[in-house]
């Protein structure tokens, strides 16, 4: 049927939430580029209206269809997408967001006859795309050998082999053929020996099928560690313990199977490709399987990272309380009110989520690390010992909540405690640098044990030389154990590292002092003063302090607080 204006614009007029009675020119031009800017923020909502409104204005207009249908399939309203998609492909036009489109409506209505008859020239998505699910449609159609031949097609493809025998496996899974798909499974070269967690629990089901339960059990413990299982593994684990057979899950129909491949790429695309181009992957495959959670989970994650967070809240926000994923649903919803400004909500959220799952150091993790950014150093210290608590002693993650609660300690003014965690973190992890750093900046600030501070900051700085923090802790040392010249060099990379961070420039005036470059200091000094941040204060960063010493000198100072002057120190004072 030839394109026509008047069926564009009863379509435009169809999408519309608000139809204006008249819409200028003009009108539509300032909407055009209101729709733009919105897009370059990814705020996809406010996009969507302003393309809305212009494509009523200029309802043939190829170039305001196609980006009205991204905004749509970002925002997962593909349904509503639909009909625009449809007359960007009548129009003749190449759209990879509108075939994208196309094909998800013939899949949701099963014609995948229709799917394999279109031209991938005419209208393709992508090569990998279009060959994987061109073997779903043959299935689909019903003949599962056809299906099967076209992902060996794919895989014969260099650098799509791992992803075309996937899709093979969870076919072949789908139409009971378990053993054909553990064969491919096993295969070392088949490029599946390296599985994804969903790889992984999809072969756990495989084998368990096969009556294989101690292999799947086996699987799950190598791929996560016998200790590291989250609640959807461990519901796995305790099937296969109990010698149960676990469903086969992972794919159930050729839907199921489409939402799969856009899945798979999303995850693929997932850092390696812009967040947008990700995010409408996932989007694809949430609409094709609206239970699959991955997906969800995975766009809410992308729509955080794109600075969306009402957005990315609200997809988190879909996940069932029964599900076994729902506790990483609020870890990820929690963390979206953070971004979004809602911090006591967020709070809220892990507080409760730390009670209905008391025995996961993840949820007390996240809360302490939340609380402490809040400066609730007790209430954080408390979470870290019920995270602390609920890992095993030697567990990876273990120096990390150490250190965590050692901060919490110190800034406690609790330093025993805090320097016995920072130090059973390095038992644990001798040589990270972030708590080398801090122990050994701590001890500085202290004035003790400086001969062991200037050891422990010189190997943090070997380790991470571009590190301002850490590059200022080694010349505040120095500093310290009063050898200014040595002190000079290394306070002035920081500065060139971290030119607007208010203590390091505080810290270069102080060492330019102590060395008679008195001009230079009362410069640095005034640089401090113009990067503090009076709503948002550091504690070392003392504008009063720093004022004074430009009134009076560092000398003056020192002697007004009872301090040593400046001279060359001696370790532990």
């Given at each position: 049927?030839?394109?026509?204006?008047?069926?564009?614009?009863?379509?435009?007029?169809?999408?519309?939430?608000?139809?204006?009675?008249?819409?200028?020119?003009?009108?539509?031009?300032?909407?055009?580029?209101?729709?733009?800017?919105?897009?370059?923020?990814?705020?996809?909502?406010?996009?969507?209206?302003?393309?809305?409104?212009?494509?009523?204005?200029?309802?043939?207009?190829?170039?305001?269809?196609?980006?009205?249908?991204?905004?749509?399939?970002?925002?997962?309203?593909?349904?509503?997408?639909?009909?625009?998609?449809?007359?960007?492909?009548?129009?003749?036009?190449?759209?990879?967001?509108?075939?994208?489109?196309?094909?998800?409506?013939?899949?949701?209505?099963?014609?995948?006859?229709?799917?394999?008859?279109?031209?991938?020239?005419?209208?393709?998505?992508?090569?990998?795309?279009?060959?994987?699910?061109?073997?779903?449609?043959?299935?689909?159609?019903?003949?599962?050998?056809?299906?099967?031949?076209?992902?060996?097609?794919?895989?014969?493809?260099?650098?799509?082999?791992?992803?075309?025998?996937?899709?093979?496996?969870?076919?072949?899974?789908?139409v009971g053929d378990y053993e054909q798909a553990e064969a491919i499974f096993a295969d070392p070269a088949g490029g599946l020996s390296v599985l994804t967690r969903r790889a992984a629990m999809a072969r756990a089901e495989v084998l368990s099928q096969l009556g294989r339960n101690e292999d799947a059990l086996q699987l799950l413990q190598d791929a996560f560690g016998a200790g590291g299982f989250d609640p959807s593994l461990e519901a796995m684990a305790e099937v296969l313990a109990d010698g149960?057979?676990?469903?086969?899950?992972?794919?159930?129909?050729?839907?199921?199977?489409?939402?799969?491949?856009?899945?798979?790429?999303?995850?693929?695309?997932?850092?390696?490709?812009?967040?947008?181009?990700?995010?409408?992957?996932?989007?694809?495959?949430?609409?094709?399987?609206?239970?699959?959670?991955?997906?969800?989970?995975?766009?809410?994650?992308?729509?955080?990272?794109?600075?969306?967070?009402?957005?990315?809240?609200?997809?988190?926000?879909?996940?069932?309380?029964?599900?076994?994923?729902?506790?990483?649903?609020?870890?990820?919803?929690?963390?979206?009110?953070?971004?979004?400004?809602?911090?006591?909500?967020?709070?809220?959220?892990l507080d409760r989520l730390s009670r209905d799952y008391p025995d996961l150091a993840s949820v007390h993790t996240a809360l302490g690390d939340l609380l402490r950014q809040q400066e609730r150093y007790g209430d954080a210290a408390a979470a870290y010992d019920r995270a602390l608590a609920e890992t095993a002693e030697g567990a990876q993650g273990r120096w990390f909540l150490l250190y965590a609660r050692g901060i919490c300690y110190e800034r406690m003014d609790e330093w025993e405690l805090a320097?016995?965690?920072?130090?059973?973190?390095?038992?644990?992890?001798?040589?990270?640098?972030?708590?080398?750093?801090?122990?050994?900046?701590?001890?500085?600030?202290?004035?003790?044990?400086?001969?062991?501070?200037?050891?422990?900051?010189?190997?943090?700085?070997?380790?991470?030389?571009?590190?301002?923090?850490?590059?200022?802790?080694?010349?505040?040392?120095?500093?310290?154990?009063?050898?200014?010249?040595?002190?000079?060099?290394?306070?002035?990379?920081?500065?060139?590292?971290?030119?607007?961070?208010?203590?390091?420039?505080?810290?270069?005036?102080?060492?330019?002092?102590?060395?008679?470059?008195?001009?230079?200091?009362?410069?640095?000094?005034?640089?401090?003063?113009?990067?503090?941040?009076?709503?948002?204060?550091?504690?070392?960063?003392?504008?009063?302090?720093?004022?004074?010493?430009?009134?009076?000198?560092?000398?003056?100072?020192?002697?007004?607080?009872?301090?040593?002057?400046?001279?060359?120190?001696?370790?532990?004072?």
């Amino acid at each position: 049927m030839p394109f026509s204006l008047t069926r564009a614009a009863l379509v435009a007029l169809a999408l519309a939430t608000a139809s204006p009675a008249a819409v200028t020119a003009q009108q539509s031009l300032g909407a055009y580029l209101a729709g733009r800017i919105a897009l370059a923020n990814s705020d996809y909502a406010e996009a969507a209206q302003y393309f809305n409104e212009a494509l009523l204005a200029d309802p043939g207009n190829p170039g305001l269809m196609e980006e009205l249908v991204l905004t749509l399939l970002a925002l997962g309203e593909v349904g509503r997408a639909v009909p625009v998609a449809e007359m960007i492909e009548e129009m003749g036009l190449r759209s990879q967001v509108a075939h994208m489109v196309t094909v998800a409506h013939l899949v949701e209505t099963e014609e995948f006859r229709e799917l394999l008859s279109r031209n991938p020239d005419e209208f393709g998505i992508g090569p990998l795309i279009d060959g994987l699910l061109a073997g779903w449609s043959e299935i689909g159609a019903g003949s599962v050998q056809a299906g099967l031949t076209r992902f060996d097609a794919v895989a014969s493809q260099e650098g799509l082999r791992s992803f075309a025998l996937f899709q093979k496996v969870l076919a072949l899974a789908m139409v009971g053929d378990y053993e054909q798909a553990e064969a491919i499974f096993a295969d070392p070269a088949g490029g599946l020996s390296v599985l994804t967690r969903r790889a992984a629990m999809a072969r756990a089901e495989v084998l368990s099928q096969l009556g294989r339960n101690e292999d799947a059990l086996q699987l799950l413990q190598d791929a996560f560690g016998a200790g590291g299982f989250d609640p959807s593994l461990e519901a796995m684990a305790e099937v296969l313990a109990d010698g149960e057979t676990l469903p086969f899950t992972h794919v159930t129909s050729v839907q199921d199977g489409m939402a799969e491949v856009f899945f798979t790429l999303s995850q693929a695309l997932n850092g390696e490709a812009s967040d947008e181009y990700a995010l409408i992957y996932a989007r694809m495959a949430q609409y094709l399987r609206p239970d699959h959670i991955d997906a969800l989970l995975l766009s809410a994650d992308l729509l955080e990272d794109l600075g969306q967070y009402d957005l990315a809240v609200e997809a988190y926000a879909q996940v069932p309380r029964d599900h076994p994923d729902f506790h990483a649903a609020e870890l990820g919803r929690a963390a979206a009110l953070r971004g979004a400004g809602r911090v006591d909500t967020a709070i809220e959220v892990l507080d409760r989520l730390s009670r209905d799952y008391p025995d996961l150091a993840s949820v007390h993790t996240a809360l302490g690390d939340l609380l402490r950014q809040q400066e609730r150093y007790g209430d954080a210290a408390a979470a870290y010992d019920r995270a602390l608590a609920e890992t095993a002693e030697g567990a990876q993650g273990r120096w990390f909540l150490l250190y965590a609660r050692g901060i919490c300690y110190e800034r406690m003014d609790e330093w025993e405690l805090a320097e016995a965690d920072f130090r059973a973190a390095l038992a644990l992890n001798p040589d990270q640098p972030q708590v080398l750093n801090y122990l050994g900046y701590s001890l500085v600030e202290k004035r003790i044990k400086l001969t062991e501070a200037l050891a422990m900051i010189e190997q943090a700085v070997a380790a991470r030389p571009d590190s301002g923090y850490i590059v200022d802790s080694l010349g505040w040392v120095l500093y310290r154990l009063g050898r200014y010249d040595e002190a000079v060099g290394h306070m002035e990379k920081a500065v060139e590292l971290m030119p607007v961070d208010p203590v390091v420039n505080d810290h270069l005036g102080d060492v330019y002092w102590a060395v008679g470059r008195y001009r230079e200091a009362e410069f640095q000094w005034r640089r401090a003063l113009s990067f503090i941040n009076p709503e948002d204060m550091d504690a070392e960063a003392d504008p009063d302090r720093i004022r004074r010493k430009l009134d009076v000198g560092l000398d003056v100072v020192l002697e007004e607080e009872g301090s040593d002057p400046l001279s060359v120190a001696t370790d532990d004072g």
